[in-house]
């Protein structure tokens, strides 16, 4: 069973009733309620899970830098109350499956880790606006860490079908913590792992990285997620050297759909503050316009 929603989570009828209705181009939704099925559940390391889950065709069209809201199950003296929100980490049309990868922190997550093949999941999604790629971009960099590490994973794929090359800087606290790195090497990327147990993670480092790679003409854009300082890092560099870029934003949420205005943040558009919220306006955004 799966309930439609437009963008906003309304399904709209035109103006004029049944008769409009019937006369205007059918409707379709872009985003949907479903109890989706667990496919594969496996631990990836000592604190990531990989969930698969099979689904219709419109959360299997998820976006990479989207997101699900998902209803995670009650772990035992535990009641979640609301959705939580799950940024993609990859979508299959074909085999109408979406995944996720995510860490065990809460009672959501410890909800979500009970889950076995065959289970269902209520899923709401794909929600927000994802990232772009310029046809133009020969070669972008990515640069994740925590979250971020699931949630830029989608663009080894998109980018590999954008014939741009990636660079992806993936930063972990040990490198037994370091996930996606088989998935973008898999699509052709060039991965540099940095991690805090070998002291190679720092923003100094991370940004002799970028200045080397931006010297070899090895990058036309930022991506980024997942750390504020290694974002501003980057802020620094696409100023110096007018690049562009674009970050996705980690925000607590309650609705997913822009109305109960819970994950607002502020940007700078211009030298202008403005207030955005991050589910509705992003969650991913112009890396200049992106306050810590």
């Known amino acids: 069973m799966s309930i439609h929603l437009d963008h906003a989570g309304i399904a709209a009828i035109p103006v004029g009733g049944a008769e409009a209705a019937a006369s205007c181009t059918p409707w379709k939704a872009s985003v949907v309620a479903e109890l989706a099925e667990v496919v594969s559940h496996e631990a990836v390391n000592s604190e990531y899970r990989h969930l698969v889950l099979g689904c219709?065709?419109?959360?299997?069209?998820?976006?990479?830098?989207?997101?699900?809201?998902?209803?995670?199950?009650?772990?035992?003296?535990?009641?979640?109350?609301?959705r939580r929100p799950m940024s993609l980490y990859g979508a299959d049309p074909d085999r109408r499956q979406v995944e996720f990868l995510?860490?065990?922190?809460?009672?959501?997550?410890?909800?979500?880790?009970?889950?076995?093949?065959?289970?269902?999941?209520?899923?709401?999604?794909?929600l927000g606006t994802g990232f772009t790629l310029d046809p133009a971009w020969r070669n972008i960099v990515v640069v994740a860490r925590g979250a971020g590490l699931a949630t830029l994973a989608p663009l080894a794929r998109a980018a590999k079908a954008n014939g741009t090359h990636i660079t992806a800087v993936l930063s972990a606290r040990r490198p037994d913590l370091l996930v996606s790195v088989e998935l973008f090497q898999s699509q052709g990327a060039d991965v540099v792992a940095v991690t805090d147990a070998e002291a190679s993670s720092g923003p100094a480092n991370v940004e002799r990285i970028l200045r080397r790679l931006i010297a070899d003409g090895r990058c036309d854009a930022f991506f980024t997620c997942g750390s504020s300082r290694l974002m501003r890092v980057q802020q620094r560099l696409a100023r110096e050297f007018g690049l562009p870029g674009q970050v996705a934003m980690e925000q607590q949420m309650a609705c997913g759909i822009g109305l109960c205005y819970c994950c607002v943040r502020d940007f700078n558009v211009d030298g202008e503050i403005v207030s955005r919220r991050v589910c509705w306006d992003g969650p991913v955004f112009d890396l200049m316009e992106a306050l810590p």
């Open 102 to 126: 995510y860490k065990v922190t809460g009672a959501g997550t410890r909800g979500l880790d009970t889950l076995k093949i065959g289970d269902r999941l209520d899923i709401m999604g794909p």
């Open 56 to 82: 219709g065709p419109e959360a299997a069209a998820a976006l990479p830098g989207q997101f699900f809201q998902l209803l995670c199950p009650h772990p035992l003296g535990e009641q979640p109350f609301l």
